[in-house]
């Protein structure tokens, strides 16, 4: 059974880290694009960062660049994203997900995966 299980969410307060982690079971990371998705409430669903299967491609949206950095360590089969300078505003419930790719070097942060987790809620809270 293919499954992604999120860990590292919890309660920060401004300015501080948290560093979220995405291991996957029943599958082998290394040939999948993976992505990090947020979805605080009342609003939809949204891209975070992606990386390629090769982790040579990275991609952030613009409220993360600079702060949040995505890596993959395929021999733990494991993908992270580390969160610095965390703002209110990032508090959400992140997912990760993951997609065969289709081309090594090029990763996406639309919706079209097809491997989600639960999800692993983020405060930013004083």
């Known amino acids: 059974q293919l499954q992604l299980v999120e860990s590292g969410g919890g309660l920060v307060q401004p300015g501080g880290s948290l560093r979220l982690s995405c291991a996957a079971s029943g599958f082998t990371l290394n040939y999948y694009t993976i992505g990090w998705f947020r979805q605080a409430p009342g609003k939809e669903r949204e891209g975070v960062s992606c990386i390629s299967s090769s982790g040579s491609t990275t991609n952030y949206a613009d409220s993360g660049k600079g702060r949040f950095t995505i890596s993959r360590d395929n021999a733990k089969n494991t993908v992270y994203l580390q969160m610095n300078s965390l703002k209110p505003e990032d508090t959400a419930v992140y997912y990760c997900?993951?997609?065969?790719?289709?081309?090594?070097?090029?990763?996406?942060?639309?919706?079209?995966?097809?491997?989600w987790g639960q999800g692993t809620q983020v405060t930013v809270s004083s």
């Open positions: 997900a993951a997609k065969p790719y289709a081309l090594r070097h090029v990763c996406d942060m639309t919706q079209l995966y097809d491997y």
